[in-house]
T-cell receptor, first 115, second 115 residues
Framework: DAGVIQSPRHEVTEMGQEVTLRCKPI?????LFWYRQTMMRGLELLIY????????DSGMPEDRFSAKMPNASFSTLKIQPSEPRDSAVYFC?????????????FGQGTRLTVV | AQKITQTQPGMFVQEKEAVTLDCTYD???????LFWYKQPSSGEMIFLIY??????QNATEGRYSLNFQKARKSANLVISASQLGDSAMYFC????????????FGKGTSLLVTP
């Protein structure tokens, strides 16, 4: 398996524009996590899914953020409208159905810059 | 709610020496898992080691070992024979059933290995 695949790797957009980040988890993994990493706040868990169902979205900062997982092999994180403070690295990670003793595998991340 | 605390923002160690990175956690769930990840300057998240709350022995993976003290709720990472390539950010993380198996991270410790 190629691992967790995120796209794009880098995104530069203007304030107010819609941004969509994409993630393909490892095949067979039932958990999918979205994180945001900044120097100030570290690694924040935004939302996670189990079997394509959102379990906890309490980490999503505002209504401008939304995430979907229409099937087991694809998830999106959308920001609309984007703001400069959304600039960060966004990671997607996935893990197997046995969550307690299996690690989460991370994608390479998407570096988002909002100008 | 679970909480992971890493009190050392930055650490220095000389090459070939051992170093301990601290992690304390707080959870009311008797069943949980603890993870350590490494993030080099290139940005990827690399899984290092796992410890389950019911594991009788401390986990070891090559030069990495986990000093698990359940009563004190600490799970310190020990890196033996440090190498220059160990310079990176290190994150402690936890999953517990009473938090829906969310994978939550501490703020991280920056380790610099000097010649």
């Amino acid at each position: 398996d190629a691992g967790v695949i995120q796209s794009p790797r880098h995104e530069v957009t203007e304030m107010g524009q819609e941004v969509t980040l994409r993630c393909k988890p490892i095949s067979g993994h039932d958990y999918l996590f979205w994180y945001r990493q900044t120097m100030m706040r570290g690694l924040e868990l935004l939302i996670y899914f189990n079997n394509n169902v959102p379990i906890d979205d309490s980490g999503m900062p505002e209504d401008r953020f939304s995430a979907k997982m229409p099937n087991a092999s694809f998830s999106t994180l959308k920001i609309q409208p984007s703001e400069p403070r959304d600039s960060a690295v966004y990671f997607c990670a996935s893990s197997l159905y046995s969550p307690m003793n299996t690690e989460a595998f991370f994608g390479q991340g998407t570096r988002l810059t909002v100008v | 709610a679970q909480k992971i605390t890493q009190t050392q923002p930055g650490m220095f160690v000389q090459e070939k020496e051992a170093v301990t990175l601290d992690c304390t956690y707080d959870t009311s769930d008797p069943s949980y898992g603890l993870f350590w990840y490494k993030q080099p300057s290139s940005g990827e998240m690399i899984f290092l080691i796992y410890q389950g709350s019911y594991d009788q022995q401390n986990a070891t993976e090559g030069r990495y070992s986990l000093n698990f003290q359940k009563a004190r709720k600490s799970a310190n990472l020990v890196i033996s024979a440090s190498q220059l390539g160990d310079s990176a950010m290190y994150f402690c993380a936890m999953r517990a059933s009473n938090s829906g198996y969310a994978l939550n991270f501490g703020k991280g410790t920056s380790l610099l290995v000097t010649p």
